[in-house]
């Protein structure tokens, strides 16, 4: 069991919680609220202020996750959705934009072909500021502590040591407005710092937990939201779509409202790579409805790797983007955020109750994780590392033979792995004859997949370090084979 230990925090200052959680993220503001619900003492510790929380844009999210959070799913009517949630205008405080996806319409990278009957899209399109004002508003209504301005900076504790050893105590935090550090003590510490993993990374002896994401695990996306000429707006392509595949990565338009349209793309962040703004103003040039008026918009590096081995260590727990729970096929993280906060909530109170916040009491976030959602985002993670090397001739001679379908896009892009029959191998067999070599790459890559896939779902249901390592090792010699 990891105990707490004393100690003076600088300027006197020092706190205790029974958990605390940097980053005020939707996987950090969601923990915070399920936990407070049952009466844990819980803090948060963010570096923005409350108003400047979530972006500024809209980002599509997995409707069952938010159903699981507790968010009501408005209903479509006449193609788009309406209720009390669903946004107006681009300016106001709701939190789902009206246009209802069904189906997304996939064309190829080099805009040849468009797959017939379109990808079922199980998101609904987000407003990330609001969301993330409603959580943080949820988690102080339930009781949870939250602190802006303040900056987690390094763990407490015994923290130089393999993951049999480590053993957190809390963490030291910056506040911002005043300049000064202190301690704050916990028997459960949790890192929702997002894609940069503060706390994670900190653990540098263990590399089953502490791995940095870098290389391919990246992505560099950004989007604008513009004011449309709704005069014009009927003689212009303005289809919800992804553009699949193009540059290493997909562009898209979404039509939010009659007078506004969402267009972004991300691609693999690397030396040499295209500049997606470039193709986003090209896409912009060729719809003269689009205006040169800017509501929202942004971007940045985006996530879009495997997660560390290990998620969790003695009186520590990893969540959200800082934990890799994000879809690697497309890069939305927030259905993952929130799935991997509230599988953690209930691990977190119940090591808590018997007062043993170890490795091994908290070693269910890993189970309950990894042979679950992260099983297929281990495998489609490995899917995307193979198939992103696929050049626009390659993928689009894929959509045109229809051995790139809607059938084998529909999981991938809602973030399950799914290996195809042995009817959908004969089929891409003879349609794909006369590009062995393509064939191979692609047999390859589900092979790669449906071994991972298989691997996590064998993740060890208990802490034991000998088992452990030896899973760890076959994981390793999987990923090699990338």
Not at 48 to 72: C, I, P, Q, R, Y
Not at 220 to 235: F, G, K, M, N, P
């Given at each position: ?9 600088s300027m ?12 005020a ?7 915070a ?56 205008s ?7 934009e ?11 990278p ?13 998101y ?19 009781g ?38 202190f ?17 994670r ?10 791995r ?6 990246l992505?560099?996306a ?16 303005l ?9 290493k ?8 409202h ?21 193709i ?20 940045g590096?985006?996530?879009?790797g495997?997660?560390p081995f290990?998620?969790v ?87 045109k033979?229809?051995i ?28 794909g ?10 047999n ?39």
């Amino acid at each position: 069991m990891c105990l707490e230990k004393g100690g003076a925090a600088s300027m006197d200052r020092q706190l205790k919680y029974q958990v605390v959680i940097a980053g005020a993220g939707p996987a950090g503001l969601l923990l915070a609220q399920k936990l407070a619900e049952q009466s844990v003492s819980v803090a948060v510790f963010e570096p923005k202020e409350e108003n400047t929380l979530g972006h500024d844009w809209s980002d599509a999210v997995e409707k069952n996750a938010l159903e699981a959070a507790g968010f009501a799913i408005p209903e479509a009517v006449d193609g788009r959705f309406a209720g009390s949630l669903v946004k107006r205008s681009e300016e106001d405080g709701n939190l789902f934009e009206p246009h209802c996806i069904a189906p997304l319409e996939i064309r190829s990278p080099d805009l040849s072909c468009t797959i017939n009957g379109g990808v079922e899209f199980r998101y609904i399109t987000t407003d990330r500021k609001v969301l993330g004002l409603m959580l943080a508003k949820r988690a102080g209504d339930a009781g949870a502590t939250i602190f802006y301005r303040h900056r987690a900076e390094n763990l407490l504790g015994n923290t130089d040591a393999d993951l049999e050893n480590i053993c957190v105590e809390g963490m030291r935090v910056m506040d911002l407005e005043g300049r000064q550090s202190f301690d704050v003590y916990a028997p459960v510490t949790v890192d929702a710092t997002g894609i940069g993993s503060v706390l994670r990374t900190g653990l540098s002896s263990a590399s089953v937990i502490s791995r940095k994401y870098e290389g391919a695990e990246l992505a560099y996306a950004c989007r604008t939201v513009r004011r449309l000429d709704t005069r014009r707006a009927e003689e212009d392509d303005l289809i919800d779509h992804y553009r699949y595949g193009a540059y290493k990565g997909y562009f898209w338009t979404h039509l939010h409202h009659p007078d506004s349209v969402d267009i972004g793309g991300g691609v693999r962040e690397e030396p040499g790579r295209v500049d997606p703004m470039t193709i986003i103003e090209e896409m912009i040039s060729n719809r003269p409805s689009i205006t040169g008026e800017k509501l929202r918009g942004g971007g940045g590096l985006v996530l879009v790797g495997k997660s560390p081995f290990s998620l969790v260590a003695a009186g520590f727990v990893v969540v959200g983007d800082a934990a890799a729970q994000v879809i690697p096929t497309t890069g939305c993280g927030v259905g993952g955020a929130m799935t991997g906060a509230l599988l953690s909530a209930g691990v977190i109170q119940a090591a808590l109750k018997k007062n043993d916040c170890s490795v091994k009491s908290l070693w269910p976030c890993n189970y309950v994780w990894f042979s679950g959602r992260g099983s297929h985002f281990a495998a489609l993670s490995a899917l995307k590392d193979i198939l992103q090397d696929l050049s626009h001739e390659e993928i689009s001679f894929l959509m045109k033979k229809g051995i790139m379908n809607s059938k084998t896009l529909t999981p991938a892009i809602n973030g399950v792995f799914a290996a195809p029959d042995i009817s959908d191998i004969s089929r891409t067999l003879t349609s794909g004859f006369s590009r062995p070599g393509l064939l191979m790459k692609l047999n390859r890559a589900n092979s790669i997949g449906k071994k991972i896939f298989q691997h996590y779902r064998k993740y060890p249901d208990k802490w034991d370090p000998q088992v452990f390592s030896r899973w760890v090792e076959k994981a390793r010699s999987l990923y090699d084979k990338i």
